[in-house]
């Protein structure tokens, strides 16, 4: 794809990186338009990260230049980059969770007064210029803590946008975002591009590249297969690119037969917003249910009161007939129950630990030889989820850091398998993961169904939750407005009912 030296705003020549005997870029070249949004795709290790990396000064790279604006630039980290134009916003947001919206905006750039005070009331007028040119409604007071995943990520780019960047990557940003708020984002983005600001756009969702991007490049084992202008390709030709062969159906056949009623939830409440109020549904054995709703219509917190670790005010949880009623999850994972949670970083991974750590560490017992843990044992269950998930990385002594999200995610479900759960809770199980390793998830879902786990699933993404689920239960405002039989229902009612009650 030939372009005028003039329109190109960033340019990257034979970038190759090594770790050890890895190599994981292979002479990269990759030219972003001015203002244009790039789409950058690749199953999860392809190398999107480390290119990246490479470019923001994370990593050094071996081979290879970087020209921004036709001459030639080095970063020596993400900050230097910050301050020359080229901004990121992470999947993973890095925040200050109990300094408020206005402070992490500012932060490390405090403005000051002539006394050399923090200027507060500049701060404040900056802070909500910015929102009323974006079209945001944030409350500037609010510690970040208290904002949903979809409020912060929208933070997080108003700030990459107050630096003025003439470049800003997006990894993954509507990873958390209902279909309101990505149109919003895709407003702003096109708003930027007029002003001839270039986007690095990373998504693994497919119909949103094609809406949003003017051009798309294709990395495989860390090298660059494929660059087009969207209009010259297609989703058959992207997902072939990416994987290596043709994926004929996004989807696996959802051919699990749902068994009786096994899982009871009887009218629960909670105290804290957002409330849950009166939700009753029953779930069936072997059955994939899904739950859907707009962001903050209390999915996540259904299944973290389920679970024991969000408090009752009301209702109970009988399985098998038996109540449920936990109060923290290790009664929960004492009766079967999984969760794998939304943020695995926050709460679903231990960083520092390696791979055989983060996948036995649910499960200790199961790895004694007498009262001490047995190393083989845990290095042994580590290998065997490694191969069962496809999990892509060196060994179980790898460092969890060290894997790609998608594989950090099938390490949490290897966690999970390793307790043979009887009820599989999954909140935005696939969030963050490539077109491939998507699909195996999928089907060890359906293969869980078919072995009897009941499965409850919430998923923002409304084509995976009338793919592979067999009924869905639709959230609004903290309340069940209504339960459908998946294959009866279409888009439109899911929207018609998550609406119901704001």
Known sequence: MA????????????MSKSFGRNRVLNHINLNVRRGTVMG???ENGAGKSTMMNCLFGTYQKDEGTILLNGKEVAFSGP????ENGIAMVHQEL?????????????LGRYPTNALGVIDEGRMRKEAADLFRKLGLTVNLNTPMRNMSVSQRQMCEIAKAISYNAQVIVLDEPTSSLMTQEVEKLFAMMRMLKEQGISLIYISHKMDEIFEICDDVSVLRDGELVMTKRIEDTNMNELIAAMVGRSLDNRFPPVDNTPGEPILSIQHLSTKYAPNLSDITFDVRKGEIFGLYGLVGAGRTELLETIFGIRTRASGRVYFRDKLMNFSN???????????ITEERK???????GDLTFNTTIANLNHYKSGVALSKPKMVNATNDEIKTMHT?????DDLISSLSGGNQQKVIFGKWLERAPQVFLMDEPTRGIDVGAKYEIYELIIKMAKEGKTIIVVSSEMPEILGITNRIGVMSNGRLSGIVNTKETNQEELLRLSAKYL
């Not at 900050?79 to 910050?82: E, G, M, N, S, T």
């Open 3 to 14: 372009d005028k030296q003039d329109d190109i705003i960033l340019s990257i020549q034979g």
């Open 392 to 396: 892509k990385c060196m060994g179980p």
């Open 329 to 339: 999850a290790q009664e929960a994972m004492d009766y079967g129950f999984a969760l």
């Open 94 to 106: 890095n925040q200050c969770l109990d300094r408020n919206v206005k402070d992490n905006l500012f």
């Open 40 to 42: 950058l795709m690749g």
């Open 346 to 352: 926050a709460n679903g991974l231990f960083l520092k």
């Open 79 to 82: 900050k230097d980059a910050l």
